[in-house]
């Protein structure tokens, strides 16, 4: 089973936070759209609009943790290390996801083809892919 079979039946929208905003806009985001992960994009003048990582759940816990009550104005920039983007393709195998997942300690992983971000895979949708193929029935993916 490859990435792609299971974005065709995701909604392709994906929602994005900038760099320079701050966790309590991160935040917001997620939960006015019921997620726990935004792909976050960068301006580089010589690329556009670049993913440069993932801000989750767990980066609002940190920041909780560090700052107090001051995280909610702490910048993104801040809390996602830029240093190694980890992403995947819609080419690639859900074998090859899970072990990206996996290695990396992650639950989420932005799909880039041809540069372009087209979706976010999660370990949900991975998980309610196999059951799936497992029972035949469909399952309920975030």
Same mark, same amino acid.
């Given at each position: 089973?490859? @990435?792609? !079979?299971?974005? *065709?039946?995701?909604?392709?929208? /994906? %929602?994005?936070?900038?760099?320079?905003?701050? &966790?309590?806009? #991160?935040?917001?985001?997620?939960?006015?759209?019921?997620?726990?992960?935004?792909? @976050?994009? !960068?301006?580089? *003048?010589?690329?556009?609009?670049? /993913? %440069?990582?993932?801000?989750?759940?767990?980066? &609002?816990?940190? #920041?909780?943790?560090?700052?107090?009550?001051?995280?909610?104005?702490?910048?993104?920039?801040?809390?996602?290390?830029?240093?190694?983007?980890?992403?995947?393709?819609?080419?690639?195998?859900?074998?090859? &996801?899970?072990?990206?997942?996996?290695?990396?300690?992650?639950?989420?992983?932005?799909?880039?083809?041809?540069?372009?971000?087209?979706?976010?895979?999660?370990?949900?949708?991975?998980?309610?892919?196999?059951?799936?193929?497992?029972?035949?029935?469909?399952?309920?993916?975030?």
């Amino acid at each position: 089973m490859l @990435v792609g !079979d299971i974005l *065709r039946k995701k909604t392709p929208r /994906v %929602v994005t936070v900038r760099m320079n905003e701050t &966790v309590g806009i #991160a935040a917001k985001l997620m939960r006015a759209n019921n997620i726990s992960a935004l792909v @976050v994009k !960068d301006v580089v *003048r010589s690329e556009g609009n670049t /993913v %440069v990582g993932m801000f989750t759940e767990r980066d &609002v816990v940190r #920041a909780v943790a560090e700052h107090g009550t001051n995280a909610v104005n702490v910048k993104v920039s801040q809390l996602v290390s830029v240093q190694q983007l980890v992403s995947c393709t819609s080419s690639d195998t859900i074998e090859h &996801v899970r072990h990206l997942m996996n290695r990396h300690h992650i639950r989420h992983l932005p799909v880039i083809d041809d540069y372009s971000l087209v979706s976010v895979i999660s370990m949900r949708d991975i998980a309610a892919a196999v059951d799936e193929a497992i029972n035949g029935t469909p399952q309920a993916a975030a």
